[in-house]
């Protein structure tokens, strides 16, 4: 009986050995875990990324309110991810999808901005108006958006020919579809067949209105240059120093000469003609 008593206690010691070095084993091997997992969390580089902090639906615009910061380990965080520093550029846009509770907020789940329509150019209760255009009225391709000219109208009436402006001093909103002056260092004519004017409406009533009967041009006005001309109806042969019977006036208009900036010797119209005009020629024939 002696024997098999002192057995089991030896047994038991035994057994009670094997436990305590499972034990110690075990939690050896999970403080070294635990010391391997904080090592790696102190080297590692984390990333400060937004996530909502609760689902929010598609539709909805983004506050500082429904969004939290959370740092992640930077191999986990997305490429597309919303940072802190990025919210202000997106606070108030709407969410084109869906964004769960805790995720990362990517740049793909928002609406894409529009640019700003041609619209928003205009002041309130201003229009614009388009005009064609053509090699010679767009002064050779060379207006540019934000230039000033005149625009100008030619009207026939009862056989007679009249010329006014129809608008003075207008901007340039377009030319063509490009609405701003492309820096692009390359000079040279630019094709386009319409310009764009900034207009009252009453002012545009009156550009379609010249488009149907008459004809446009536009004169470019130098930067600046903010005097309004008058704007009284001229007769277009009257302007060429011609008589209402289609006569030449003696006092007719100034010819110019190109490069010259003004008159040839003071010479007008009239008396150009009269110098131009063939003289006899010599009698050749000997006696």
Known sequence: MKFSLNRSWLILSVALGLGGLAAYGINQY??????????????????????????LPKGTALTAKMVAVREIPVEWAHSNALTPEQFDRVENQKLAYPAARGE??????????????FSSRLAA???????????VNSISGMIEPGDRIDLMVTVKKDKRSF???????????????????????????????TITLDASPEEAQR????????????VLRAPGDNVIASGKRKDAM???????????????????YGGSGGMRNGQRLGSLNAARSPEPAADLTTK
């Open 238 to 256: 009257g302007l060429l120093g011609f008589s209402e019977a289609g006569e030449l006036v003696e006092s007719g208009v100034p010819v110019l």
């Open 125 to 135: 209760g201003r229009r614009a108006i388009t005009v064609p255009v053509n090699d």
């Open 30 to 55: 999970i403080t070294r875990q635990v010391q391997d997992i904080e090592a790696r969390g102190k080297s590692q580089r984390n990333v400060r990324v937004v996530v909502p902090k609760e689902d």
């Open 104 to 117: 990362m907020l990517l740049w793909s789940l928002l609406e894409g901005q529009r640019a700003p329509s």
């Open 163 to 193: 010329m006014f402006p129809l608008m003075q001093n207008v901007s340039i909103l377009a030319t063509g579809t490009r609405a701003v002056v492309e820096v692009d260092g390359k000079d040279g004519k630019r094709t386009f067949t």
């Open 207 to 218: 550009v379609l209105a010249a488009r149907e009967v008459g004809n446009l041009s536009a």
